[in-house]
């Protein structure tokens, strides 16, 4: 059994039962699980999980399931020295945690195999999602797994290569004529009146949970040590603050020195509500319409936004938007310097960070974690048209000729 004990909620301090539940009856807060913390510390250990399997499922004493899992390989990517990256920026001590390289390449295998792995434990015969994309991909493919039929949403406008990266998992896949936001929503109607497992709305409290092990093992592959500045990439807000919670829950559990990391979020400009929040300097979220290149967090209504927020401030961090040209120039600076080729969310990381660092904000000396949280081949088109090949004959002339020698 699972040390989870209890659904809280976030705002009223409300407990429920373990069940699929997202929000709190009585002040409409998000609810999030709650552990046996005690009992966690004392079977928890530095050793104990060094010795687990090489994949997020090695932090499964700090995870809300049960019994078997449902498990295509997600997590313990590469925690990478970016040093040429770092030599451009000036950064003395710069990571990338290389998230591209997971099960269905990107981030989100850490939190559906969660998510999938309570549904089933509550009986589900069928999952469905709201989805910018990449978790369509992941919910399809965890189901395909474990047997379990899937609907996946998402905005008809979502890039092509997404969308076949979707589809061979074969999944009932449907496309929204409208936003995200338009996609949640009906996805919120769907679950009132449908008894499916929705992945990010009725078992959001257990999806939330899987971005925890990006901040787990970020602090495990550096030594067991905290980031001074940890760079997150921001939709509805939810990894940004799980990722914090990642690196709270190990220095509580004393896996880690207390923790002063500096969380910062980046959003695209076209759709920076958070960011807006925070230069405005207040506490509530005003939706946005939508307008990027980066359509995988391109979310209008953040969900989480709010407790990002926080986040970001408690932890003496900030928020960065970005243009979508720098979006572009922060994915071919990435692919440029260290051979990683991400998708628009990771070009909106780099560019942040640049910013960051250029203002002064992030300094040159400080130990700094940017999460690039899906693949470039997801969204090949934004680069399409600065693809400029050299064409030669078949000879050598040619190619001195076009070259020169
Ligand atoms: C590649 C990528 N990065 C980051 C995020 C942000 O996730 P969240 O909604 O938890 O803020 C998403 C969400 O879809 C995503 O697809
Ligand atoms: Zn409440």
């Known amino acids: 059994m699972s040390y989870a004990i209890a659904l809280r909620c976030r705002k009223c301090g409300r407990e429920y039962q373990l069940q699929p539940l997202n929000l709190c009856d009585f002040c409409f807060s998000p609810l999030e699980v709650n552990y046996d913390y005690k009992s966690i510390a004392k079977a928890s250990s530095r050793e104990t999980i060094t010795k687990g399997p090489p994949s ?203 923790v002063n990391t500096h969380m910062y979020l980046t959003q695209a400009a076209g759709s920076s509500p958070i960011v807006n929040a925070f230069e405005a300097g207040i506490l509530q979220v005003h939706p946005v319409k939508p307008n990027t290149i980066a359509k995988s967090i391109a979310v209008g209504n953040p969900a989480d936004g709010y407790y990002a927020l926080r986040v970001a401030r408690q932890s003496g961090g900030g928020a960065c938007a970005v243009t979508d040209e720098e979006v572009v120039e922060g994915m071919e600076l990435l692919a440029e310097t260290e051979g990683i080729f991400a998708e628009t969310a990771g070009g909106v990381v780099i560019a942040g960070l640049r910013k960051l660092v250029t203002s002064g904000i992030i300094k040159r000396h400080e130990l700094t974690v940017a999460f690039i949280t899906g693949a470039g081949p997801k969204t090949q088109e934004v680069i399409a048209g600065r693809v400029h090949p050299f064409v030669i004959e078949p000879t050598l002339e040619s190619f001195e000729e076009v070259l020169g020698k």
């Open 56 to 258: 997020m499922w090695r932090y499964k004493d700090l995870l809300p399931v049960d019994g078997d899992v449902v498990d295509i390989g997600a997590g313990f990517t590469p925690l990478v020295k970016a040093d040429n990256l770092g030599k451009e920026l000036g950064l003395d001590k710069l990571y990338i945690k290389n998230d591209c390289l997971n099960p269905t390449y990107s981030f989100k295998d850490r939190v559906v195999s969660v998510a999938i792995t309570k549904a089933r434990e509550f009986g589900f015969d069928t999952v469905a999602c709201a989805s910018t994309g990449n978790l369509a991909a992941s919910v399809a493919a965890h189901a395909a797994k474990a047997n379990i039929k899937s609907y996946v949403f998402v905005p008809s406008d979502v890039e092509p290569s997404k969308l076949t990266g979707i589809a061979i998992y074969n999944p009932v896949l449907v496309t929204v004529k409208g936003s995200y936001d338009d996609v949640n929503r009906v996805c919120s109607q769907l679950a009132q009146r449908y008894d499916w497992g929705f992945i990010n709305i009725n078992l959001r409290p257990y999806y939330a949970e899987g971005s925890k092990t990006l901040g787990y093992e970020v602090a495990e592959q550096l030594g067991w040590l905290a980031p001074d500045c940890v760079v997150a990439p921001a939709a509805s807000g939810l990894l940004f603050t799980r990722i914090w919670k990642g690196l709270d829950e190990f220095s509580m559990l004393g896996l880690v020195q207390p």
